[in-house]
């Protein structure tokens, strides 16, 4: 009985896996005609997911979207940042939280200071964020951030520099 159900089970992986082989494909050729890919990765529940990102030298914006549904011009979760001399500011991050695309858009985050020779990136925790700050500092210094936060005022700020 084990042996069917581990069948049935790895039959349903390899569909869903070939869903969204095919569902990539298709996101893929819309995603490109408004942003540069920058490449693809898994959630934490192993689903793929399209990263790309509008940049136009001032503003950076990091946009991911599952291969489980249809690109439909606007992306699941978002990274806005602002690209400044020696610094990239966060300014923004939007989605569903404990899906792990937050840890996805900082991995390709980080590449692209790297990539523009931006020792830096910082921003600032508001007190809009004040609900969450718990989850905001485990994140941050999960990604090897510093975080300093005022409690009096409930904000803060984040720092992180290359080594």
Not at 69 to 85: C, E, K, T, V
Request: aromatic letters at 8%; a negative charge.
């Amino acid at each position: 009985m084990n042996r069917l159900a581990g069948e049935i089970s790895d039959s349903a992986e390899l569909e869903d896996l070939q869903f969204q082989l095919y569902r990539m494909q298709e996101n893929m050729k819309e995603i490109s005609k408004k942003s540069n890919v920058l490449g693809i990765d898994q959630s934490k529940d192993d689903d793929w997911i399209i990263v790309h990102s509008i940049d136009d030298g001032q503003t950076l914006k990091i946009m991911l979207n599952d291969c489980k549904s249809a690109y439909r011009g606007s992306s699941n979760f978002s990274l806005i940042a602002s690209i400044q001399d020696e610094s990239i500011h966060i300014g923004d991050i939007k989605g569903p939280h404990n899906e792990g695309y937050g840890s996805i858009c900082m991995k390709f985050l980080k590449e692209k200071a790297r990539d523009l020779n931006i020792p830096e990136i910082t921003g600032d925790i508001a007190p809009r964020d004040w609900d969450h700050v718990d989850r905001l500092v485990h994140f941050y210094e999960k990604h090897h951030f510093q975080v300093e936060i005022d409690q009096s005022s409930e904000s803060g700020a984040i720092y992180w520099i290359e080594k």
